[in-house]
């Protein structure tokens, strides 16, 4: 089967080596539907953080996102584009007590508002951008909804992302010049959604290979990453979110199955794509953290009809 627009020729660059690149990280934040302006600022901030290690176990992305949202906020109204916000304004933005939230929180809130991004509880789903900005500045990480199902104690607030990435930019910022901004250029990474359709989809933990399923138990037939989303889609055409289920993940598996770049739009065709859960390293090579993928790592001697029914098991074939 033929991609979109790519070839299917895969790529020399693994798909693990480029798991926590820049322009995969981008793609996490350029939604289908986003603002000229948030487009804009995005890669603006891409390009003040072009020479930032984009490396595995690092917090990068947690940057790029907060310093897109400060360009945003300063540039929304159209007075100014964020190539034209000086360094030094973004620094001294940043700059403040360490030990405390953010202070342009409510500033970012405000801009959010101000364009129609911010949440409406009558609305079944928030604004991606909202989204963006709710994960970034969020002291409960998920683990506020968790804890409230299971009827325990709610967690403590902690840190969230942004005051670390915050800390960060103010000492990456320090030694940042106007001129050297002006010379770099960001990826060049469009808005918008990839799509991969497949034969098979399924989601891979170190101890479970399960077909991704609509709420219906029908098997997923499509998968879509759009900025902060990731949804899957069955043949009857049942179109919802998984927990299991990440953009970020799905991306690196898509650019594992088909040899496309994590950060690529379109739609794609795999006739078997293992998506790692979202709880797992998104660099993770499903044949290697998956019990029943992997090779033993010690022969067993005389059972290799139960090895190979357990690989047909794996395989569907039974």
């Known amino acids: 089967m033929q991609d979109e627009g790519m070839s299917d020729v895969p790529t020399a660059e693994p798909a693990a080596q480029s798991a926590y690149d820049l322009d995969l990280e981008m793609s996490l934040l350029l939604f289908s539907s986003a603002p000229d302006r948030w487009v804009t600022a995005v890669h603006e901030a891409a390009r003040i953080l072009i020479n930032r290690p984009w490396v595995r176990g690092g917090r990068a992305g947690d940057e790029l996102c907060t310093l897109a949202l400060l360009l945003f906020a300063r540039t929304y109204t159209g007075e100014r584009q964020p190539h034209d916000v000086p360094t ?12 405390r939230e953010p202070q342009i929180i409510d500033e970012i809130e405000l801009a959010l508002n101000a364009t129609g991004q911010s949440y409406d509880p009558t609305s079944l789903y928030a604004p991606p951008l909202w989204r963006i900005f709710n994960t970034i500045r969020s002291q409960y990480g998920g683990r506020l909804g968790s804890s ?8 403590a607030p902690s840190p969230s992302p942004m005051r670390g990435a915050v800390q960060r930019l103010t000492e990456l910022l320090t030694g940042c010049s106007d001129q050297e901004r002006r010379q770099a250029t960001a990826p060049e990474v469009q808005a918008g959604s990839l799509t991969i359709e497949a034969d098979r989809i399924r989601i891979v933990t170190a101890n479970s290979l399960v077909r991704l399923c609509c709420p219906d138990d029908h098997p997923a037939r499509v998968v879509r ?10 043949a009857q055409g049942h179109v919802s979110e998984h927990w299991q289920l990440d953009p970020a993940h799905l991306r690196v598996a898509a650019a594992r ?4 770049r994590p950060s690529s739009q379109g739609v ?3 006739q078997d794509l293992m998506i790692v859960a979202a709880d797992m390293p998104r660099h993770s090579d499903p044949n290697e953290i998956n019990a029943f993928l992997r090779q033993p790592e010690y022969p067993i001697v005389g059972r290799d009809d139960i090895i190979e029914q357990v690989r047909r098991k794996v395989d569907g074939a039974d």
């Open 257 to 260: 199955a088909t040899g496309v």
């Open 88 to 99: 030094a304004e973004l620094h001294d933005a940043l700059a403040g007590p360490a030990d």
């Open 225 to 234: 990453a759009d900025g902060p989303s990731a949804i899957r889609e069955c």
């Open 268 to 270: 794609h065709q795999a």
């Open 148 to 155: 409230l199902a299971d009827d325990i104690e709610p967690p």
